[in-house]
């Protein structure tokens, strides 16, 4: 499909790039899902990955099968609803899209009682299979899911606070391409960075540090922001109850994987938003922020600060918060209550 100058250029300029290369395995535990499929083909097109292991409790044989024909050097292996154990060893990276999504009139959090305890076992799966390996949790609402993993692998003593991820990657995404969009810029060059976490007021977008935005204000400012916020809104209404954002959350998720496989290779600067345990808030009770965080061989290598923020930046930070540390509590408390 692609030209070795096409891949070279893709991998230059778009989701991903490379460095010095390692041997690294990534899973993904939910493949066969409408996020799992892409995300495991734009994996198999990662030049980072040597291996590739398909785990879902259906149809991961087949999607690996389908995937393992592109023309890429990577191994990719299927696993069947049994073989979960299996899947895991040896990974690096742990890529985790399992769960239900949401359908018109649901939030977020509308999501917790199934994917709670999906997401609990697969963090205990790789806790027992993979315990060094970097988790990156896409499953919503990843507000809660990501100390559940936490607290998860701090049951199993296995616990390294570096390697727990949030994927926010995709309201990086949206917030580049729709203030692009209103302000006439590629937006390769609109990066902004989006802190807090993922649902609704908890997106909180940073016009004002990204050259190409912080002119943006009035009527305009206050929709762009209410865009990124609700964005996955956009999508859920859009296919009507056939699901949510699975090919843009896709891409976003074969970025950051790209980002996080990185900093394993130990490229320097490796920098973009995520969701992790941060002390950036823990004077507030919020124990997992997400802001710009550093990549490294180890995962996190260092925490960002926010910077200077306007006084509208200041309210949406103050909105966060109290749902911000409600959503995580209620995470931790699902599973020091099992
Ligand atoms: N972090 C983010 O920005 C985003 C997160 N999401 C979330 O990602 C999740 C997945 O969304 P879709 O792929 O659209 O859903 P989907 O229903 O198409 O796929 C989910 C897959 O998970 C599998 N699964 C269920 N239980 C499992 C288990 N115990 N082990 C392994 N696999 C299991 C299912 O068999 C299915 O193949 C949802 O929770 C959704 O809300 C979606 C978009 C963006
Ligand atoms: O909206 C949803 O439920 C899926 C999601 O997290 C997003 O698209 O940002």
Redesign the pocket.
């Known amino acids: 499909m692609f030209s070795r100058a096409a891949v070279r250029s893709l991998t230059a300029s778009r989701a991903f790039s490379t460095s010095s290369r390692r041997e690294t395995k990534v899973a993904v535990?939910?493949?066969?899902?409408?996020?799992?499929q892409p995300l495991s083909l734009l994996l198999k097109s990662d030049p980072l990955v040597s291996s590739l292991s398909l785990?879902?409790?259906?149809?991961a044989p087949g999607v690996a099968a389908d995937v393992s024909h592109v023309d890429t050097a990577s191994e990719v292996k299927g696993y069947a609803a049994d073989q979960?154990d299996a899947a895991l060893e040896g990974a690096k990276v742990v890529v985790i899209?399992?769960?239900?999504?949401?359908k018109p009139g649901m939030t977020?959090d509308d999501?917790f009682n199934t994917?709670a305890s999906?997401v609990r076992?697969?963090a205990a799966a790789v806790g027992r299979a993979a315990p060094d390996a970097c988790i990156l949790i896409?499953?919503?609402p990843?507000n809660s899911t990501v100390p559940i993993v936490a607290e998860t692998l701090k049951k199993a003593g296995v616990y390294d606070p570096r390697k727990v991820f949030?994927?926010?990657?995709?309201?990086v995404v949206r917030a580049a391409k729709f203030v692009g969009e209103i302000t006439d810029k590629n937006p390769t060059d609109t990066v902004i960075t989006v802190v807090g976490g993922?649902s609704g007021p908890t997106i909180v977008p940073i016009l004002s540090q990204t050259a190409n935005a912080k002119g943006v204000s009035g009527e305009v400012y206050s929709k762009v922001v209410h865009r990124i916020q609700y964005g996955?809104d956009e999508v859920v209404k859009a296919k009507d109850g056939a699901?949510?954002?699975?090919l843009s959350?896709a891409y976003?998720g074969a970025k950051f994987a790209n980002s996080v496989l990185r900093g394993l290779n130990g490229e320097k600067g490796v920098v973009t938003p995520t969701f992790v345990k941060s002390p950036l808030f823990e004077d507030k009770g919020v124990e997992y922020f997400s802001s710009n965080v550093e990549l490294g061989p180890n995962g996190v290598e260092k925490i960002h600060p926010i910077g200077q923020l306007t006084a509208e930046e200041e309210k949406l930070l103050e909105a966060c918060i109290p749902e911000l540390k409600k959503n995580i509590e209620k995470g931790k408390a699902f599973v020091s209550q099992a």
């Open positions: 535990l939910g493949a066969g899902g409408g996020i799992g785990y879902d409790i259906r149809g979960l899209p399992a769960g239900v999504p949401r977020r999501l994917n999906i076992d697969l896409i499953s919503n990843v949030g994927v926010t990657t995709l309201d993922h996955g699901g949510s954002a699975t959350m976003a």
